[in-house]
C-alpha cells in the first residue's frame, strides 16, 4: 500500500464500557477486544496510528471511592485521578491490541505514554466551571459539600453534581516522544482521558491544575502537532446529523469548516455530545489538518477508505 498515513483516533467513551452494563474490568475487557478490530485493520493496512481515549466513566468510579474512603485516606486530586485511568485503561488497551495484532500476524509494538497537556491558569473556564465529574448528590447534602470549596450545580433532571474546569488545551508536553514513537513504527496511545492538565509556573516548571480536558479537544491538537493527516472521532453515530432523532433529521457525507460552525451556532451540535467533536474536528482542519472523518468504532477501517462516516475538510 502507497498511501501510508499518520491517523490519530479517538476512541468514544462506549468504546470501553457499554451502556447499559456494570462496567467491571472483565465487561471493559471483553468490549475493548470487541472495539479493536477495526483498529487492526488499520494497522494491517500500513497506517501509522495513535490512539486516545475518553475515561468518564472511569474517572467517575475514582471519585466514588474518593469519597467512600474519605474518612481512611486522603482523596486524589482530579489531575492524578487523569493520570491513574492513563495508566489503567492505557494497560487494557494496549494488552488487547497487543493480542489482537498478534492473532492477525502484524508484528508490532504498542506502548501507552502517560500524557500531559498544558493549559492557561487564566482560561474562562477556570472562573465559571461547567463540567459535571462524579456521582450525583441530594439537595440536602449541596451545602455541606460547598463548604469543601466545591462548585456544585443541578445537573437538570438528573441530580445535584460537582462542576469543574475544562480549559482548552494549548500544548502537549510530551509530544515530540509520541512523534518519535510513532516515527520508529509504534502504536502509541496518549492523551487519555485529555491527558493530566498542567500549568507552567514563573520558572517554567509544570504543577498539576485541578480541571479535566476535552479529549476530542485534547485528540485534534496532539494530531496537529505530530503533523497527523487525519483525525478519526469514533462515537455511537455512523455519521453527523442535523434535527437529531426529529422527522426531518439529516445526515452528511461531508461538512466544510464553514457549514460546521454555522450549524454549531444554530444549536444544532448539543455542548454534552456532538459538539465538543464538531468543535475540535474545526480545530484540526483550520490549524492545518487535511480532514476529520467522524464514525462508529465498526466503520474505522472503512472509513479511512473514503467508504463510511462524515468526512470534515476546509
Same mark, same amino acid.
Given at each position: 500500500?502507497?498511501?501510508?498515513?499518520?491517523?490519530?483516533?479517538?476512541?468514544?467513551?462506549?468504546?470501553?464500557?457499554?451502556?447499559?452494563?456494570?462496567?467491571?474490568?472483565?465487561?471493559?475487557?471483553?468490549?475493548?477486544?470487541?472495539?479493536?478490530?477495526?483498529?487492526?485493520?488499520?494497522?494491517?493496512?500500513?497506517?501509522?496510528?495513535?490512539?486516545?481515549?475518553?475515561?468518564?466513566?472511569?474517572?467517575?468510579?475514582?471519585?466514588?471511592?474518593?469519597?467512600?474512603?474519605?474518612?481512611?485516606?486522603?482523596?486524589?486530586?482530579?489531575?492524578?485521578?487523569?493520570?491513574?485511568?492513563?495508566?489503567?485503561?492505557?494497560?487494557?488497551?494496549? #494488552?488487547?491490541?497487543?493480542?489482537?495484532?498478534?492473532?492477525?500476524?502484524? &508484528?508490532?509494538?504498542?506502548?501507552?505514554?502517560?500524557?500531559?497537556?498544558?493549559?492557561?491558569?487564566?482560561?474562562?473556564?477556570?472562573?465559571?466551571?461547567?463540567? /459535571?465529574?462524579?456521582?450525583? /448528590?441530594?439537595?440536602?447534602?449541596?451545602?455541606?459539600?460547598? #463548604?469543601?470549596?466545591?462548585?456544585? &450545580? %443541578?445537573?437538570?433532571?438528573?441530580?445535584?453534581?460537582?462542576?469543574?474546569?475544562?480549559?482548552?488545551?494549548?500544548?502537549?508536553?510530551?509530544?515530540?516522544?509520541? &512523534?518519535?514513537?510513532?516515527?520508529?513504527?509504534?502504536?502509541?496511545?496518549?492523551?487519555?482521558?485529555?491527558?493530566?492538565?498542567?500549568? &507552567?509556573?514563573?520558572?517554567?516548571?509544570?504543577?498539576?491544575?485541578?480541571?479535566?480536558?476535552?479529549?476530542?479537544?485534547?485528540?485534534?491538537?496532539?494530531?496537529?502537532?505530530?503533523?497527523?493527516?487525519?483525525?478519526?472521532?469514533?462515537?455511537?453515530?455512523?455519521?453527523?446529523?442535523?434535527?437529531?432523532?426529529?422527522?426531518?433529521?439529516?445526515?452528511?457525507?461531508?461538512?466544510?469548516?464553514?457549514?460546521?460552525?454555522?450549524?454549531?451556532? #444554530?444549536? #444544532?451540535?448539543?455542548?454534552?455530545?456532538?459538539?465538543?467533536?464538531?468543535?475540535?474536528?474545526?480545530?484540526?482542519?483550520?490549524?492545518?489538518?487535511?480532514?476529520?472523518?467522524?464514525?462508529?468504532? %465498526?466503520?474505522?477501517?472503512?472509513?479511512?477508505?473514503?467508504?463510511?462516516?462524515?468526512?470534515?475538510?476546509?
Amino acid at each position: 500500500m502507497t498511501n501510508r498515513k499518520t491517523i490519530v483516533v479517538a476512541l468514544g467513551g462506549n468504546a470501553i464500557i457499554e451502556e447499559g452494563t456494570e462496567g467491571t474490568i472483565e465487561q471493559q475487557f471483553a468490549n475493548t477486544r470487541k472495539s479493536l478490530a477495526a483498529i487492526v485493520g488499520m494497522i494491517r493496512e500500513g497506517h501509522k496510528v495513535v490512539l486516545t481515549h475518553g475515561n468518564g466513566p472511569q474517572a467517575g468510579v475514582h471519585l466514588i471511592r474518593n469519597e467512600a474512603a474519605s474518612q481512611q485516606v486522603p482523596p486524589s486530586p482530579l489531575g492524578v485521578i487523569v493520570a491513574d485511568t492513563q495508566g489503567s485503561m492505557g494497560y487494557m488497551i494496549a #494488552q488487547c491490541l497487543s493480542n489482537a495484532l498478534l492473532k492477525d500476524g502484524v &508484528k508490532k509494538d504498542v506502548v501507552t505514554v502517560v500524557t500531559q497537556v498544558e493549559v492557561d491558569p487564566e482560561d474562562p473556564s477556570m472562573k465559571n466551571p461547567t463540567k /459535571y465529574v462524579g456521582p450525583f /448528590y441530594k439537595v440536602e447534602q449541596v451545602e455541606a459539600l460547598r #463548604q469543601r470549596g466545591w462548585i456544585i &450545580k %443541578e445537573d437538570p433532571g438528573r441530580g445535584f453534581r460537582r462542576v469543574v474546569p475544562s480549559p482548552l488545551p494549548l500544548d502537549v508536553v510530551e509530544k515530540d516522544i509520541i &512523534k518519535d514513537l510513532i516515527d520508529d513504527g509504534k502504536i502509541v496511545i496518549a492523551v487519555g482521558g485529555g491527558g493530566v492538565p498542567v500549568r &507552567k509556573d514563573s520558572e517554567g516548571c509544570l504543577q498539576g491544575v485541578d480541571a479535566v480536558i476535552d479529549k476530542d479537544r485534547a485528540s485534534a491538537l496532539l494530531a496537529n502537532l505530530i503533523a497527523a493527516d487525519e483525525l478519526i472521532i469514533l462515537t455511537g453515530v455512523d455519521r453527523v446529523a442535523i434535527n437529531y432523532k426529529k422527522p426531518d433529521m439529516r445526515f452528511f457525507d461531508r461538512l466544510t469548516v464553514v457549514e460546521c460552525e454555522a450549524y454549531l451556532a #444554530q444549536g #444544532q451540535f448539543p455542548k454534552g455530545s456532538m459538539g465538543p467533536k464538531i468543535e475540535a474536528a474545526c480545530d484540526f482542519v483550520k490549524r492545518g489538518g487535511e480532514k476529520v472523518i467522524i464514525t462508529t468504532m %465498526e466503520n474505522a477501517t472503512l472509513a479511512v477508505d473514503g467508504k463510511a462516516g462524515t468526512v470534515i475538510t476546509a
